[in-house]
């Protein structure tokens, strides 16, 4: 008989008890509560493809939405449970380790980011047997291999445990999958999620996407402990070859490319696009990316693609502020790209972040000035999480309040989680609701309408080709359309509710 594995997704009950509650008032703004509180967890459903391939019976679970009893029934079917972690969810999944491991029984491995860089919070606590550091791919088949091996486990690469007499190991890193390897991978498992489940709780129905791994990019905010800076993409037809899959089994709207930067590869991204076309599918998309990746060309292949909105992360509108969280932006691509964006009319949205220990008054002013020059279509302002792992962790350390992970948080949430040198936790959000209300009167004016519209005019007049792309993109949502009308989707083109709701953005009344 083989083995039974078990994989679960830790999510905090706390937040996801608010967004619980935000989804149950038809007209508040989900936004902030329900940013990712809906969308599979895709890197335990690749782990569980790759164990299917090896024989293992495997089950999938998402504590966003499943409950406790539920979850505990899983654990008493498996002979090992798999216990996913970021750091918001760290306690929860300590919590669940510590369920599965003292009250069922059952080994424990626990993966993700904060095992990666915080193992002890789980062994100390015995809530688990083993943490896996970085990607898993290679590693979680191994240790089911030896679980019940304890001489062995100090051979098996990229874990940590607690020798017999208490001691912490860490057996050396697993080298990343390499880029050759990457397509060999399997697709996620969506087969063990209820994936129309999923899209029914989204007023903006969508699968989600993972098409490559890794960034360059070394911003001292981002955890890059588990796959080091390194980028690694699967070929164009073999991401086409996904949606292609996933359009025949879901028929879904949309897609979110969860990518951590999607547009890296300028000739790729382009590659897929054309692939879409080519094959003629039809539907919308959007993805994250950095500014400075854009240009002319690559814009409009997005667009024809059905690309509807790119998610930028900008941070911050202050040069000081770019510089000393090695984001390498400058303020001169970030106007040019915006204005990319806004001539190939492409919808797009920055990340903005407020709480850098070095910020002052000055510097969201700055970005104040940039939000307003730039206009773009939204803006999410979250307030810095020092996460560990990250640069910005250890500058932070002794103005924590405590562990972060013993702190009920979420990356998009303004919890206080270390005391700011300059702004106390209510002038940042107070801060933070200026720079909205900024936003909302550069861009939801009448004025700011129609300028958005002329600068769209004015850019099909000195380039007649973007004339010929909008009569191609016509034609083309006409038949994601009817694709999408005939399916049960079709309240998706109730516009308001959409972009007000589904996409995340805060209602802000102009003064």
């Known amino acids: 008989m083989s083995l039974k594995v078990v994989l679960i997704y830790a999510k905090s ?214 796959t080091p800076r390194q980028y ?21 709207p949309q897609f979110m490319f969860f990518d951590d930067l999607f547009t890296i590869q300028k000739k790729r991204v382009t590659a897929i696009c054309q692939e879409i076309i080519k094959r003629g599918l039809f539907f919308e998309w959007a993805c994250e990316s950095r500014l400075d990746t854009m240009d002319f060309e690559l814009l409009r292949w997005m667009k024809k693609a059905g690309c509807v909105k790119i998610y930028y992360g900008l941070e911050s509108g202050s040069p000081d502020v770019l510089v000393s969280v090695k984001k390498g932006l400058t303020i001169e691509k970030i106007m040019a790209a915006a204005k990319l964006n806004r001539e190939v009319g492409m919808s797009f949205k920055y990340f903005l972040i407020y709480g850098f220990p070095q910020e002052t008054k000055k510097d969201h002013e700055l970005t104040e000035m940039i939000v307003s020059a730039t206009r773009p279509d939204q803006v999410h302002v979250s307030l810095l999480q020092p996460i560990p792992g990250t640069e910005i962790y250890e500058q932070l350390k002794p103005s924590l309040l405590k562990d972060v992970a013993e702190i009920d948080f979420h990356y998009w949430h303004g919890t206080e989680t270390f005391k700011h040198p300059v702004f106390t936790h209510a002038e940042l959000h107070a801060e933070r609701e200026r720079l909205l209300k900024i936003h909302a009167r550069a861009t939801q004016t009448l004025g700011a309408r129609w300028l958005r ?59």
């Open 232 to 252: 690694r993409a699967m070929s164009p037809e073999r991401v086409v070859d996904l949606i292609e899959h996933l359009l025949k089994t879901y028929n879904p």
């Open 13 to 226: 009950q706390a937040i996801r008890e608010q967004a619980a509650a935000l989804f149950a008032q038809e007209d508040a703004v989900k936004g902030n509560g329900s940013r990712d509180e809906i969308y599979p967890p895709l890197g335990i459903g690749i782990l569980a493809a790759e164990l299917l391939q090896l024989g293992y019976d495997v089950k999938l679970y998402d504590d966003s939405i499943e409950e406790l009893e539920t979850l505990r029934s899983a654990m008493e079917w498996a002979d090992v449970v798999g216990i996913s972690a970021l750091t918001p969810n760290a306690r929860r999944a300590r919590e669940l380790g510590l369920i599965a491991r003292s009250e069922v029984g059952r080994f424990v491995v626990m993966g993700g980011p904060h095992p990666t860089t915080n193992p002890e919070f789980f062994l100390s606590a015995g809530a688990a047997d083993i943490c896996v550091q970085g990607e898993g791919d290679l590693t979680l088949p191994e240790v089911l291999t030896h679980y019940r091996e304890r001489e062995k486990w100090g051979e098996i690469q990229g874990i940590t445990f607690l020798d017999q007499a208490g001691n912490q190991v860490q057996t050396p890193r697993r080298p990343l999958i390499s880029k050759d390897k990457i397509n060999e991978l399997p697709f996620p498992a969506y087969h063990l999620y209820d994936i129309p489940k999923y899209m029914r709780l989204m007023v903006n129905p969508a699968v989600t996407m993972i098409t490559s791994r890794g960034c360059p990019y070394a911003c001292t905010f981002c955890d890059a402990e588990m």
């Open 453 to 511: 519209k002329w600068e769209r005019l004015v850019a099909m007049v000195k380039n007649p080709v973007l004339v010929g792309d909008y009569f191609e993109v016509r034609k083309r949502r006409a038949a994601y359309k009817r694709r999408v009308r005939a399916s049960e989707w079709g309240h998706v083109f109730d516009r308001e509710k959409r972009d007000g709701v589904a996409l995340q953005v805060p209602s802000v009344k102009v003064d």
